[in-house]
């Protein structure tokens, strides 16, 4: 029991030392299985009043909605709030990667304005994660046991702790938990390794998981070494910490790069070195690695982490002053406080649209194109297209946040006391 609740405690410590005081709420990512009820129940006797539960209800199994009861029962005996989220997966052959970024992404939005997230994973599924990204071509890593989640961070506490002091910790405080019959799915790549592969390796090799750790810890030190040199926690990688390695040592640093941004699956060292090999290509082209949810981009001199985003829809009327909230960002107009020339005239109805081809803006008796002001503005190529554009009777009037037609039909007089707006983009 004291092994258990030594490495929550040390988890929050050293969160404490980070901050100076826990004043986050600590949430807990709660399957109702073994490893997050011990979790949750260890939690709940460090900090009984700042936990909050959060379930997931795939909807894959046929007891999906008797885990989510069982969890709710015994979240109101223990008298820790619930969250739930009840999925409707179209996972197709990819289940596992479907339900896993379903549940990450219901995390990051309880994660939105910060908190610390716990989830139970142990030291049996941190060599089963090792030894799966290996036997798979995506390198010899293991899952780190903390990281930055939206505004807030993840904790894995039960790294270093095997199943079996897990199993001894639910038996002594008596605790139930709901068995996942799929854990003996053979036909899983983890389950093959856990029931098949590994017992038969730790037999014939007795300090197996022993050595994978050592190593497995030497590594992790090595790369959060390299990692922190070369500044790979930025959003955006520049070219030049990779054009002059060869393709191999761009391919580690790719790896490390993604990590970094929590992209730790999913991408194999076939694909990072087919995608080094590309970056040598001239500015004009625009090499592009798929990832599971998003993209990775080259533009201007840097690579980028796309995210995969809703589209919004082709046009959208806005009062003004306003403001309107978009899929992928808030478009926000005010009325101008500066000269005449700090702000655009507007003829009628303004509405919202997207490139389509050909738009030109006039400015100064001048036409320029709308492609030519984006590219001159920096926009990435991948965001150019769901850039939005205020118009009205006129035709093309504001480019938020970078330029507005600054001509309009009128004498003077009318110029001079008709009110002038602004517009700013602001992305997610």
Known sequence: MDVIIDA?????????????????????????????????????????????ALHVNHGIAAESDDWQAHSERLCEDWEIPLRCSRLALDAGSNV???????????????????????????????????????????????????????????LRPFLA?????????????????????????LALDRNFLRHQLLPRIKKRFPG????????GDTTDVLQTMLAAELGLHQARLPLAKLLWRPAHERVVILRLWLQGQGINSGVSDASLLAYAEQLDAPPTRQPMLQLAAGSVRRYAAELCLVGERQKPASSYVIELPGELDLPHGKLVIKAAAGSLRDGFLVQGEVTVRFRAGGEVLLRGGHHRALKQILQEAGIAPWDR????????????????????????????????????????????
């Open 208 to 215: 197996f998981s022993q050595r994978l750790a050592s190593f």
């Open 385 to 428: 297209a769901d850039y939005p554009l205020l118009f009205d009777a006129a035709g093309l009037l504001s480019i938020p946040g970078i330029a507005w037609r600054d001509d309009c039909v009128g004498d003077g007089a009318q110029k001079e006391t008709a009110r002038r707006f602004v517009a700013t983009w602001h992305p997610q």
């Open 8 to 52: 929550c405690g040390r988890c929050l410590t050293a969160q404490t030392a980070a901050t100076e005081v826990i004043s986050e709420t600590i949430y807990v990512g709660f399957s109702g299985g073994l490893d997050s009820t011990v979790l949750l129940h260890a939690l709940r006797t460090l900090a009984p009043a700042g936990v909050v």
């Open 96 to 154: 596992e990667g479907v339900a896993r970024a379903a549940r990450y992404e219901f995390f990051t939005e309880a994660l939105a304005t910060g908190g610390l997230l716990f989830l139970g994973h142990h030291l049996d599924d941190q060599r089963e994660t090792q030894l799966l990204h290996l036997l798979q071509g995506r390198g010899l890593y293991g899952m780190p046991q903390a990281r930055p989640l939206a505004a807030g961070r993840l």
């Open 161 to 185: 702790i095997d199943r079996c002091e897990i199993r001894r910790y639910a038996a002594e405080q008596e605790l139930s938990w709901c068995e996942d019959d799929s854990n003996h799915d």
